[in-house]
């Protein structure tokens, strides 16, 4: 496995959202199903990045390393 200093993951295990992937910026979130096609929405809004966000890290800090 290639070394990523800018990469960190962790596993929660038995849990999975499958072929998706939910993007967190700023100000919006994206989510994007890998399916065929590939479909992505994005959500707008400072509020729901930042609730999105709050939610990620308290997953993050439920999983292991």
């Not at 070394?3 to 295990?13: D, K, V």
């Not at 999975?16 to 096609?37: F, K, N, R, T």
């Amino acid at each position: 496995e290639k070394e990523r200093p800018l990469w960190t993951h962790r596993i929660l295990q038995g849990q999975s959202i499958g072929a998706m992937s939910i993007e967190i910026w700023p100000s919006c979130v994206s989510l994007v199903v890998y399916s065929e096609p590939i479909f992505c929405f994005t959500l707008t809004s400072k509020d729901v990045a930042s609730g999105y966000r709050d939610f990620f890290n308290a997953v993050w800090n439920l999983s292991q390393k």
